[in-house]
């Protein structure tokens, strides 16, 4: 059964930083893209960031580049993601993705979703 768990959501302050984890199981991941979508109320989810099975990284460029980084153990199954200069506007649930399908720069492309941790910054 695959499974992806978040880890290392909470509450910060504006400006602060948070890591998120996921770690996966339940198969390879090792040529499949895995990253992070976000949602609040109301919104559909939104991606985040994704690093393919190649190595390529790519952001969400109008709200998360140059503040965030994502990085990815191939042999441990897990993907992160560095999140740094938090604002407001980044409060929302946060949700590891994964599939085989390119870079997942939208929800129908993922496969796999995590639970979401939830992603507080208050102002």
């Known amino acids: 059964q695959v499974q992806l768990v978040e880890s290392g959501g909470g509450l910060v302050q504006a400006g602060g930083s948070l890591r998120l984890s996921c770690a996966a199981s339940?198969?390879?991941?090792?040529?499949?893209?895995m990253g992070w979508f976000r949602q609040t109320p109301g919104k559909e989810r939104e991606f985040v960031a994704v690093m393919t099975w190649t190595g390529i990284r790519r952001y969400n460029e109008d709200s998360v580049k140059g503040r965030f980084t994502i990085s990815r153990d191939y042999a441990k199954n897990t993907v992160s993601l560095e999140m740094n200069r938090l604002k407001s506007e980044d409060t929302a649930v946060y949700y590891c993705?994964?599939?085989?399908?390119?870079?997942?720069?939208?929800?129908?492309?993922?496969?796999?979703w995590g639970q979401g941790t939830q992603v507080t910054v208050s102002s």
């Open positions: 339940g198969r390879r991941f090792s040529e499949y893209s």
């Open positions: 993705a994964a599939g085989d399908r390119g870079a997942l720069r939208t929800a129908d492309l993922v496969d796999y």
